[in-house]
């Protein structure tokens, strides 16, 4: 599995400030209406990035508690072929 990517929030907040001066240019022709429905869009997508972020290290959590237990099993099952391959030796 590879690293996730890092923190997205410097990426939209430059966006952000792109459509800002953008918007504010005196050559501008964005309506307002539309320059609000971009940055609204692009508070959202910050939002959904911060949960899909929560989510994925709570995955990575299971994972790695995952790998220990199948860890574990692995070890409790070479002591079983141990203990029974010393068994077949003893008759």
Do not use: F, H
Not at 33 to 62: F, H, Q
């Amino acid at each position: 599995m590879t690293t996730p990517p890092g923190n997205t929030c410097p990426t939209i907040d430059t966006v952000i400030s792109l459509v800002t001066a953008w918007y504010k240019d005196e050559k501008n022709d964005i309506p307002t209406y539309i320059y609000k429905m971009v940055m609204r869009r692009m508070e959202e997508l910050r939002e959904a990035n911060a949960g899909l972020r929560a989510w994925g290290l709570e995955l990575e959590g299971i994972v790695s508690e995952q790998k220990e237990t199948i860890k574990e099993l692995k070890e409790k099952l070479d002591e079983c072929y141990e203990d029974r391959r010393k068994q077949r030796e003893a008759t």
